[in-house]
């Protein structure tokens, strides 16, 4: 199948191209920055998600994965919400397309980093929801991820600091953040795997929002 994947130089959007690749698939990958992967089914567009310019020679897409975002609060509407609904809007009337993927974030169900950060993500799930009730009529399934912490260099500043990694890991109840490729699992599984989940937004914060101290 012929993919198309946003923000796949790092982290998860890297391990989501690469499990891809590693299932046989062709992957066009669209980041900022330069290819992170080099192999034959592979083709890197160098591209910002909040310009609406993009390649004509580009293949009909049946699967598209939205992962692109960024951290920093001055640009998160315009990267992760605005910039997410122009790249799927482009390739979403594929007639070939049969699944759409977006990366959100477990900070859209509890509120729990940056405001702007928050509501974009907030914002992308219910996008997904009204994008889901269009394209159900031509089959298409579309779903949301939302990853809680995640072991990648955006999380680096955590990783490199005993404490505050210790803190992060004993606010799960498995005391564990998930690696990319769990994730990039994850995102296989609802793209291709799956034929009857749509409009959903699935968690994986190793049980993070479920923890709670019951007082009696």
């Not at 998860?12 to 089914?41: N, T």
């Amino acid at each position: 199948m012929n993919v198309v994947v946003s923000g796949t130089s790092g982290g998860i959007g890297l391990a989501i191209a690469q499990e891809f690749l590693d299932k046989g698939h062709a992957v066009v990958g669209f980041d900022v920055r330069p290819a992170g992967i080099g192999h034959p089914r592979y083709r890197h567009v160098i591209h910002d998600v909040r310009d609406g310019a993009f390649p004509e020679d580009l293949p009909e897409p049946e699967v598209l994965v939205c992962n692109a975002g960024t951290l920093e609060e001055e640009d998160a509407i315009d990267v992760n919400l605005l910039g997410a609904m122009r790249f799927v809007e482009h390739f979403c009337d594929s007639p070939a397309l049969r699944s759409i993927l977006f990366v959100a974030s477990a900070s859209a169900r509890n509120g729990a980093e940056f405001p702007r950060y928050v509501a974009s993500k907030a914002g992308l799930v219910g996008y997904m929801k009204n994008l889901a009730l269009k394209v159900s009529a031509r089959g298409v399934t579309c779903n949301s991820v939302s990853p809680g912490g995640v072991l990648t260099s955006a999380n680096q500043h955590i990783l490199d600091d005993p404490m505050l990694y210790e803190a992060v890991l004993d606010e799960t109840l498995l005391g564990k953040w998930a690696e990319p490729r769990e994730v990039a699992e994850l995102a296989y599984f609802l793209t291709v795997t799956n034929r009857s989940i749509t409009g959903e937004d699935i968690l994986m914060d190793n049980g993070e929002m479920l923890k709670s101290n019951f007082i009696w």
